[in-house]
């Protein structure tokens, strides 16, 4: 049985996090939200740059590990040993979704192996916080697995309460069930939908924003049956299509990649 640990003792103040490491796929590494460099920047990277405003000298030590298309077991084998070594004052914990959404996989034994991982880190960071998955309601072809990804996320709650982990609640995110929250691949954040989840993680730390996570969004043009039956053909022969081939071959799209900032660097 796993030791329940009072929340308080790995309670970070934001302006006394000055070391952060992301572990994760990619919804950490930033997929969705193109950069002018050409990398992502995504929730992880816009948090600490938030973290980075709040400290007294207006730096910030920060990693991110993630990588697109990572199960939960690779994850754990990889960015997890990292992190320990690393030993941050923070760290973010978003995975397993890549493996709720595989035919077959069991949700109960997924969130056994990630709160193995938990442990670990919790006795290597200040504080670790961690991510539920989203509510697929709205989504086509993940709809079918609502009930899956809320019954892991149960589990993630749990693992949570025992460590003392804040909870970053995706699900309860109501702001990013507009469509333009996601990409056009609707199944990554677009850049709105990551400075969202930045903000609203920066507030579960206790961190002062001025924006809004949850901010009405304007309202949209009108789009005729039409228009939408138009898009959603668009979306299934660009992007639908090629993500089953992808897992009929066994193939990631993050075969041939590395994280992005492997080591605490200074964001300013």
Known sequence: MAEVKNPDT????????????AIGDSFTEGVGDPGADGTYVGWADRLAVMLADHRPDGELRYANLAVRGRLLDRIVAEQVPRAVELAPDLVTFCAGGNDILRPGTDPDDVAQ??????????RASGTVLVATGFDTRG????????????????????VADRYGCPVLDLWSLRS???RRAWSEDRLHLSADGHRRVAL?????LGVTVSGDPDEPWPPQEFR?????????????????????????????????????????????
């Open 139 to 158: 989504v086509p072809v993940l709809r079918h697995l609502r009930g899956k990804i809320a019954t892991y996320n149960a589990h993630l709650r749990a």
């Open 200 to 204: 609203r993680a920066a507030r579960v």
């Open 10 to 21: 790995l309670s970070t103040p934001g302006a006394a996090i000055a070391s952060y490491a």
């Open 176 to 178: 990013v069930q507009d």
């Open 113 to 122: 192996r990630f709160e193995a991982a938990v442990a670990a880190l919790t």
């Open 224 to 268: 005729t049956s039409a228009d939408v039956r138009r898009d959603n053909i668009h979306w299934a022969r660009e992007h639908l299509v090629p993500w089953i081939g992808r897992r009929l071959r066994g193939e990631s799209s993050g075969d041939r990649v590395s994280a992005k900032r492997p080591d605490l660097l200074p964001v300013r």
